[in-house]
Nanobody, 118 residues
Framework: QVQLVESGGGLVQAGGSLRLSCAAS????????MAWFRQAPGKEREFVAA????????NYADSVKGRFTISRDNAKDTVYLQMDSLKPEDTAVYYC???????????WGQGTQVTVSS
């Protein structure tokens, strides 16, 4: 059974930084694209960033481009999201997800809360 466990969330002031981690276990990680999503209160879940299995290719939502960096360590089965210059509108529950082979995402973590105060 695949498990994705996020950590690193918390309360930070605007302009600050946080680093989220997502540790994978129980299944294939190194050959799968991974992604981060977020969901703010009263809003739909939205895509934040994704990274290829090799880590060589990444893409970001326009709202976080230049401020967030996704990376992975395949030796540790872990994907990271470095978040800098945080804004109050970044407040949300952040989820990591494993991409399914043919598209979409087949496993999700439980989420970690990020709160940015103004």
């Amino acid at each position: 059974q695949v498990q994705l466990v996020e950590s690193g969330g918390g309360l930070v002031q605007a302009g600050g930084s946080l680093r989220l981690s997502c540790a994978a276990s129980g299944g294939t990680f190194t050959t799968r694209r991974m992604a981060w999503f977020r969901q703010a209160p009263g809003k739909e879940r939205e895509f934040v960033a994704a990274i290829s299995s090799s880590g060589l290719n990444t893409n970001y939502a326009d709202s976080v481009k230049g401020r967030f960096t996704i990376s992975r360590d395949n030796a540790k089965d872990t994907v990271y999201l470095q978040m800098d210059s945080l804004k109050p509108e970044d407040t949300a529950v952040y989820y990591c997800a494993r991409a399914y082979v043919t598209g979409g995402y087949d496993y999700w973590g439980q989420g970690t809360q990020v709160t940015v105060s103004s």
